[in-house]
């Protein structure tokens, strides 16, 4: 059984966050957060694990065409530092799963804290939050394997730094102290038909499959992705 006080205080703190949420979207109806970002594709390559997760979508190997974006989460000026988002899109059995990761640190404790940065290529992205599995909690993480040395998460830059080479990252899992075990390649593209993209990312809505929510993840971000979602002016 879930911890109780645990949840109301995630309740709570979900609370705050959706009047932040909706505070923000007065000044910016569209995303009250990561409001610019690069719309991206690709190829995303799961190898197959020998040591297996218990989710089936991790342990098995294959191939997604999949949409991303890389966003700026408070939209702080191009060469600022931001916190980065990279969200990801792979269709699965007539529907799609979420996941959305943030720039942290790279430590065992590191991967909890969200990290503010000006390069997208400069350290990994974690789920900070874990899934909860059949074998205990599962973190998730990407990690540039091969760009720009330095890659401005600024769209435009980001863009002009890449050209015409892929963004190639890895794709871990992990327990929340446990290190990182590699289990797809991820390659992704500048999307050439737009530059971002309006989709909305929520890994609550669309979860990875044998992989799901703790009661309090779901208090702390739902209510903060349901007013993110809410239309403009309402």
Known sequence: ME?????????AAGRGFAMLFRALKAARPGRPIHPDGVALTGMLQ???????????????GG????TARLSRSLGLPGGWPDILGLALRVPHEGRHLDILLASTGATRAGRFVLT????AAAG???SL????????????????????ANLPADAEAFRRSLGGDPW??????????????????LT????????????RYDPVLNPIPGAGVYGWTRQLREPSYSAARQPRGS
């Open 124 to 126: 990994p992205f974690t």
């Open 63 to 66: 191939s997604d065409q999949v």
């Open 46 to 60: 799961r190898h197959g694990l020998e040591e297996p997760t218990g989710v089936e979508w991790i342990d098995a």
């Open 168 to 185: 190639t990252l890895g794709l871990y899992h992990a327990g929340p102290l446990e290190p990182w075990t590699q289990f797809a390649t």
């Open 3 to 11: 911890d109780q006080p645990g949840n109301l205080a995630a309740a």
């Open 129 to 148: 939050m874990p899934y909860r599995t059949g074998r205990g909690p599962l973190l998730l993480a990407a990690r540039p394997l091969s760009a720009a």
């Open 116 to 119: 503010m940065r000006r390069s």
């Open 188 to 199: 992704l593209r500048p999307d050439g038909e737009r530059a971002d993209t309006a989709a």
